[in-house]
């Protein structure tokens, strides 16, 4: 029988090595196409251009979500995180059991995957995914480590070196030292050359990190050429079909974090050896104008190499034997970031860019810890000033964002003209709309459960299986979302009344962008402080002390930074640090959550490494906790 079995994995791999190839993910972190095959002038990038001249390039892919782990839990799973309750960057939410990567299925096929080295797959389940998913996963993973060379692989490299980290937030003396320092002089790009967008203030600060940001990307560029260089000497070329792309768009102010086209538009190549050209939509060197999403990239895979797709996967393969036609739309999502609340969702079509800003009280350039450490910041925070600034800086640096943004990215790819407001597009404003409420009905968006009450609803069964078995009723949520920004102070007050948390927490929501309240939504607000709901009296708490009425708000908020839920008081601690002055009286209460949070997570630890349950969330309230009790100090 063990020399039956032994034939038998023999057997599989020598198939698997004869019939289906190799396949290579590099993964570019934090990068827009700021590459000379993009058409970036100011990029010098030559081995990831001569790359393109020997793929299909893609010039409509585009991430899941403006920042890494979200879309990282989408690659890895073939879903989109809005259904899988992975939204929310680091919440920790589980996902089903049997859900444990799609590197297992190759894995069962007989291939060998690594993975070098970025695991933060955005869930609670995140060690049984790389239990299952990967032979090896590392710094020093490789597809050079599997015993028998003969074996086909999967293999990802993440490659840090564009990553914000590195092109805004170290300072610069160490950038210089472990990153510019790869590069000669004549490969160090002038500020002065920098090619800077109608959105930035030209600051000689500015350009100077624009510059580092593109010597990051060449210094990345290098990397790349390296490892196709070792793909080449291990004679392996021939059979092994490589993807480049980049996790979301680059680290830079207005792109990182934001579903316009700057966060979202990613640059994607795909090689196919002779031997795999059948596979290829087209010749070396030609490109494709496909719509391709992150959410479809699992399923190709697994169609390029003949393995079944789950029938949970919600991506289109794009590519391979169970190719599907071409997409109409692709979505994204914005949800929580850090310590950072917001909640936005996108549709795309071959031409426009629609987004649905669900918190627009609150603005694009939303001051955030872990980013504010970068110099570039706080050139936008100090020249913030609608009188000086022009439409495009202002619409990033201001402190609201529009209900609605419709955009056409054939004739204005930067985003700078919002027609959500012009007669002539009222058609294609409408289908986009319609588009984008059909999507998160379909999918059972559940990013628009309050964290605190997604936490307690999960408690026994995933998201994912609750909402796709329609146990969690997301319509008259996603109808009192959809509220906000248009309805009147009756009907958003009315909201308060639900039977419904999630409804009443929208409700509050809707309030905050008023410009005024009443007397008698006032008097519901001050009794909701006390709601059994957390996040509606933490929600009803900012609309008060917005809207002048502080002492009652802030003691309730006090009293919630104290909660035993690091969810709640990530909350609570939130909603105080941006009222700033106005929450004064939170001064020492939130001084004590700050050494509760430091406790727990200690503050010498790099914002970078991702750790489980409290010790995350513990670092986002000491976030919001440092900066308010700054702001008093200064």
């Not at 940001?213 to 059979?239: H, P, R, W």
């Not at 590519?319 to 036609?325: I, N």
């Amino acid at each position: 029988m063990r020399f039956i079995l032994f034939l038998m994995a023999t057997w599989c791999v020598s198939v698997c090595t004869a019939d289906q190839p190799n396949i290579l993910w590099i993964t570019a972190e934090d990068m827009s196409p700021t590459l000379g095959c993009y058409g970036d002038k100011y990029a010098s990038t030559p081995n990831i251009d001569r790359l393109a001249k020997e793929s299909v390039r893609y010039t409509k892919a585009f991430a899941s979500a403006p920042v890494c782990s979200p879309s990282r839990s989408c690659l890895i799973t073939g879903c989109y995180p809005t259904s899988l309750s992975t939204q929310q960057m680091r919440s920790g939410f589980a996902i089903p059991k049997n859900m444990r990567g799609f590197p297992e299925l190759l894995r069962k096929r007989g291939y060998y995957t690594s993975n070098n080295v970025k695991t933060d797959y955005n869930t609670g389940n995140y060690a049984e995914i790389i239990k299952h998913s990967w032979n090896e996963s590392s710094a020093a993973a490789h597809w050079r480590k599997r015993s028998d060379k003969a074996q086909s692989f999967f293999s990802i490299f993440n490659l840090m070196t564009s990553h914000q980290s590195r092109s805004m937030v170290w300072p610069y003396a160490r950038f210089k030292e472990e990153v510019q320092s790869k590069l000669s002089a004549g490969e160090i790009h002038n500020p002065a050359k920098a090619p800077l967008p109608p959105y930035y203030p030209d600051t000689p600060l500015i350009r100077r990190e624009l510059a580092r940001f593109y010597d990051c990307v060449s210094a990345m560029d290098k990397e790349v050429g390296t490892i196709l260089k070792q793909l080449k000497e291990d004679g392996l070329e021939e059979n092994t079909i490589v993807f480049f792309y980049s996790d979301h768009g680059s680290g830079m102010p207005r792109h990182k974090r934001a579903l316009l086209e700057s966060g979202m538009h990613v640059p994607l190549m795909i090689r196919f050896p002779k031997k795999w050209q059948h596979l290829a939509p087209g010749k070396p060197g030609t490109t494709t104008d496909r719509l391709v999403s992150f959410v479809d990239f699992a399923p190709t895979v697994l169609s390029l190499t003949e393995v079944p797709i789950p029938k949970d996967m919600q991506g289109q393969p794009f590519l391979g034997s169970k190719k599907m036609p071409r997409r109409k739309y692709i979505y994204g999502h914005r949800d929580r970031v850090d310590e950072v609340r917001d909640l936005s969702r996108s549709v795309r079509d071959n031409r426009y860019l629609y987004i649905r800003n669900y918190m627009p009280h609150l603005g694009y350039n939303q001051p955030t810890a872990w980013p504010d450490n970068g110099e570039i910041r706080h050139d936008f925070y100090r020249l913030t000033d609608k009188q000086k600034m022009t439409v495009a800086q202002w619409h990033f640096a201001g402190p609201t964002r529009p209900v609605e943004e419709l955009y056409d990215c054939q004739t204005d790819s930067q985003n700078l003209r919002n027609l959500a407001g012009s007669e002539k597009h009222q058609k294609i404003l409408n289908r986009l709309r319609k588009a984008h409420r059909k999507h998160i009905s379909q999918t059972a968006d559940l990013g628009f459960l309050p964290e605190s009450e997604a936490w307690e609803m999960f408690s026994k069964q995933t998201g994912w299986e609750l909402g796709q078995n329609g146990k969690v009723k997301m319509g008259p949520i996603h109808k009192a979302a959809a509220q906000v920004g248009v309805a009147d102070e009756a009907t958003l007050a009315n909201n308060l009344h639900s039977e419904n948390a999630s409804i009443r927490y929208w409700g509050a929501v809707g309030l905050t962008h008023l410009g005024s309240l009443s007397d008698s939504t006032r008097k519901v607000l001050h009794e909701k402080l006390k709601d059994p709901s957390p996040a509606v009296r933490i929600e009803a708490a900012n609309v008060l002390a917005r809207h002048g009425d502080p002492k009652p708000a802030i003691q309730a908020l006090i009293k919630d930074l104290a909660h035993e839920n690091l969810i709640i008081v990530t909350h609570a601690a939130r909603t105080i640090e941006l009222l700033g002055p106005k929450a004064i009286a939170a001064k020492a209460p939130m001084s004590a959550a700050l050494k509760r949070a430091e406790k727990i997570r200690p503050p010498d630890l790099s914002p970078v490494i991702v750790l489980p349950g409290d010790k995350d969330l513990a670092m986002f309230v000491a976030f919001s906790c440092h900066a308010f009790l700054q702001a008093l100090e200064n």
